[in-house]
């Protein structure tokens, strides 16, 4: 009909587009190539991408001190690219890769690059490694803005907002642990062939010293609490003075825990730290902390994936603190 021939409205596109636009740009980021910017506000939890890996190969055998194994790595990519559409090979040789001076370039034709390509853009998939060409467009900064996750079930990888960003910011992750000093990350960075400057690692003195040591405190303090939290829960009340003693130091280290974590804006580690938070309070019986921290935890792993035994995990540990606290206020469990 003649209707039918109309350019559709915006509003009536928007009712059968079957997916809003990306809430992401990729543009040149000054010193860094391209980048991935965000094209509006993106609170905190925001899923900015998923991605389903364009091309996986099992982990290579590393060898303490011995670097990546780049034959092994370069040989088990070009089997897989080989079955690739002709598409899907273009766009793999689009993305950025970085050789160390003296690597050879061409050792086997244009094929060796696909092994730079890889050893500079992948990321886990669980149990294998994979490309991810529209991930692989994040650039690192040790203080990221953005997280990722591997969502086994539906075999993707998700990308979402750590924290609030702006519309034009820049979206960041992190390519390594972000619980080491600068000079330590640096070295684990030479491998993509850059100096981070992002703003943790641009302080300088007694700023950058400061920022350091909350790294290694904040390691340290993951470490010290990991025995308790990581154990069942329910059972394990301190009873005697001693274990009591323990447990108020454990709670006390946890809450210190979060607040060098929310100095250093590692948002990739508060769901953990508020999961630590959460059981350490339990453990001293004080519900409404262990309660209200737990369900921060659960809200975090929902952002992460809704679906994921972590949220389970919070999703139940949150129920079960709440029984106990309106016991504790004289209005019985469920
Ligand atoms: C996974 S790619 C990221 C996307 C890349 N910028 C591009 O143009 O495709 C990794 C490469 O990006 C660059 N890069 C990533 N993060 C950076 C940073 N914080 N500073 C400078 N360069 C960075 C480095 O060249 C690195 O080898």
Excluded at 145 to 166: D, H, K, L, P
Excluded at 256 to 275: F, I, P, V
């Amino acid at each position: 009909s003649q209707q039918s021939c109309k350019p559709p409205s915006s509003l009536e596109l928007q009712n059968i587009c079957p997916f809003p636009p990306e809430p992401y740009i990729v543009l040149p980021s000054k010193g860094k190539g391209l980048g991935v910017f965000a094209r509006t506000n993106l609170p905190a939890g925001t899923i900015i991408l998923r991605e389903t890996p364009i091309l996986t190969i099992p982990p290579p055998i590393i060898k303490k001190g011995a670097g990546y194994p780049m034959p092994a790595i370069s040989s088990a990519v070009r089997a897989e690219f080989r079955n690739l559409p002709s598409s899907s090979q273009s766009e793999i040789l689009t993305l950025h890769h970085h050789a160390f001076p003296g690597e050879p370039e061409k050792g086997e034709g244009w094929t060796d690059i696909l092994g730079y390509i890889f050893r500079t853009n992948a990321y886990n998939t669980g149990t294998n490694i994979g490309l991810f060409p529209r991930i692989a467009r994040i650039n690192h900064s040790c203080r990221p803005n953005a997280a990722y996750t591997w969502n086994a079930r539906s075999g993707q990888r998700i990308v979402y907002a750590s924290r609030a960003i702006e519309a034009g910011e820049e979206i960041s992750d992190s390519y390594i642990s972000l619980l080491l000093p600068r000079a330590e990350r640096r070295k684990r960075l030479a491998r993509y062939g850059f100096e981070c400057t992002c703003e943790a690692c641009s302080l300088a003195g007694k700023k950058l010293k400061e920022s350091d040591d909350r790294r290694m405190e904040i390691a340290s303090a993951f470490k010290m609490l990991e025995d308790s939290v990581q154990s069942n829960l329910t059972v394990a009340f301190s009873t005697s003075s001693s274990q009591m003693k323990e447990a108020r130091l454990a709670a006390n280290q946890s809450m210190h825990l979060l607040s060098l974590l929310e100095r250093e804006q590692l948002a990739d580690y508060y769901a953990k730290a508020y999961r630590a938070v959460a059981v350490s309070h339990a453990r001293v019986q004080d519900w409404e902390m262990a309660s209200v921290w737990a369900n921060k935890g659960f809200e975090r792993r929902v952002m992460e994936d809704p679906g994921s035994s972590w949220t389970v995990e919070m999703a139940e540990m949150t129920r079960s603190f709440i029984e106990e606290w309106k016991k504790e206020l004289g209005q019985g469990g469920d």
